[in-house]
């Protein structure tokens, strides 16, 4: 089937794009997506119509976020037999160092309290070692997902190729936070390992909400992977993250 790698149209495919986001992180499930994509009131509301639900509020909160930072790009993989979207990756092409005045992120989705304090911990803890790694202009791979139906037949393989040749043509080396999942694709591609890092959020004073989201998360860990300019190891250490 022809799968062909196309840029996302802000107007109309996030309702599409968050869908398919969400069957991909699904299968298997992966704890730390509720980090950032939460089904809320799943006690109060019918499961599905909850999901329903995180999925409409995601796709509403991808387009704002695209609109609010201009430094990041969707790319979708249509299968142009039937128009699904086979895959999704959202970049982060970072024209200047990004540490340098760090935009807040508010974790709007998240009720102020202890949840939210959980992940803006969370949060913190994942993007440090890139802060120490990548004080520079860089391409980040922020989110990478391929549907279950179509795994193995190229989809992450044509955003790789896109993330690489658009890398060396800015002249930027290349970052990325990886999954277990996401590993394989990567090491395929090159890429070498920085760290591991160990996800555990941590306070003085855990609520009920704070502790709920530790059951529902859990300590968990992303590699962060790195392939400098032209793929070109030689003459280049491998950058600190500590
Ligand atoms: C990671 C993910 C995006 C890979 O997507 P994909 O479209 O299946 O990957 P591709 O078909 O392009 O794979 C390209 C190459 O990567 C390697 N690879 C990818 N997935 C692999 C796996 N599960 N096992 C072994 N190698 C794998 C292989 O070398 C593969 O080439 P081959 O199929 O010719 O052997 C997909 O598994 C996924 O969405 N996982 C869930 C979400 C997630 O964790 N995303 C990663 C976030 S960092």
Not at 51 to 80: F, G, N, P
Not at 213 to 226: A, I, N, Q, R, S
Request: charged share 25%.
């Amino acid at each position: 089937m022809p799968l062909e790698l196309q840029a996302v149209d802000p107007k109309a495919d996030f309702p599409a794009v968050a869908r398919c986001l969400f069957e991909s992180y699904e299968a298997p499930p992966q704890p730390f997506f509720h980090i950032f994509f939460p089904i809320h009131n799943t006690t109060t509301n019918n499961p599905q119509n909850a999901r329903e639900a995180a999925i409409a509020e995601a796709a509403a909160r991808l387009k704002l976020w695209q609109e609010h930072d201009k430094s990041m790009y969707w790319q979708k993989v249509v299968d142009t037999e039937t128009g699904r979207i086979a895959g999704g990756a959202l970049w982060n092409i970072h024209e200047a160092n990004p540490f340098a005045n760090p935009a807040q992120l508010e974790v709007s989705w998240f009720p102020e309290g202890g949840a939210r304090r959980f992940v803006e911990k969370a949060l913190e803890n994942h993007v440090r070692p890139r802060a120490r790694a990548a004080p520079k202009p860089h391409l980040y791979l922020f989110i990478i997902f391929t549907h279950p139906d179509y795994r193995r037949q190229g989809v992450g393989q044509q955003f790789m190729d896109w993330g690489m040749k658009k890398a060396d043509a800015m002249g930027f080396d290349f970052f990325l936070d990886s999954t277990p999942y996401g590993q394989p694709l990567y090491e395929a591609n090159g890429f070498r390992y920085i760290e591991e890092n160990l996800n555990v959020p941590v306070t003085d004073k855990p609520d009920e909400k704070w502790k709920e989201m530790e059951d529902k998360v859990g300590p968990f860990t992303f590699w962060l992977m790195w392939r400098p300019v032209n793929g070109v190891y030689e003459g280049r250490e491998t950058p600190k993250s500590t």
